[in-house]
């Protein structure tokens, strides 16, 4: 599969005022963001509902897949009333044995000790036709650990997503886009029919299902550029010099 056969993927972390520049945007950036989304014709959604329809229903837009990775809670408290107010929703890839808890896997300051969703927001934007994502157990580093860890944490994490929001867990994310060889293949015999990487849009580059491309966002990409991005993507250009 070609990356012009998949639909564009956007990938964030934190939406808040205080996000800083490298992990998130505020509030009033995604507004005019996805005000900007709507008004280029598309419809932003989740993974699963994209790559089922890349090319949409008539009159409802062209699907554009917005994740989230980590399951910040301010994606609860900013993001999604605001995806909300305009019809789209999102992905958001749970990292399953923290949730209601706290980044705790990484020792950098910016990133480290930033509130995580609990079961009952997931069920939430479950309940509002989010799609609930696995992002692992505890968010370890999978090209680091032993096959056994990696399919506990990439199965593992599937089952007890799915049994704690009781809904379908379809679509994984590998942490810090790290995996081996045999990781995409362990993801698809898990029962999950996609996975996204933290890999960008090149020229000409292939995509699969289990190895998605996309293009982060982040406080750091001013407007102009996100505007330039987006306008390519909207007439079916991934990659080149716009990624
Ligand atoms: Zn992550």
Redesign the pocket.
Known sequence: MTPDKTPPILYY?RVSPDAAPETGVTPAQFRDQMRFLKVLGFVGTSLEKALACPTGHPGTGVPIALTF??GYEDNFAFAAPILLELGFTATI?F?VDRMGGRAD?TTDPVWRGHRLMDVSMARDLVASGFEAGS?TLT?PDLARVDDRKAREEISGSRERLSHILSCPVTTF?Y??GSFREGHPAMVRDSGYRAARTVRRYRPFGKSDRFRLACRPVSGRMGFPRYALTLGAYRLGIKGGDLS
């Open positions: 972390h990775d980590d890839f990292v896997w992002h968010h994310c942490p810090y």
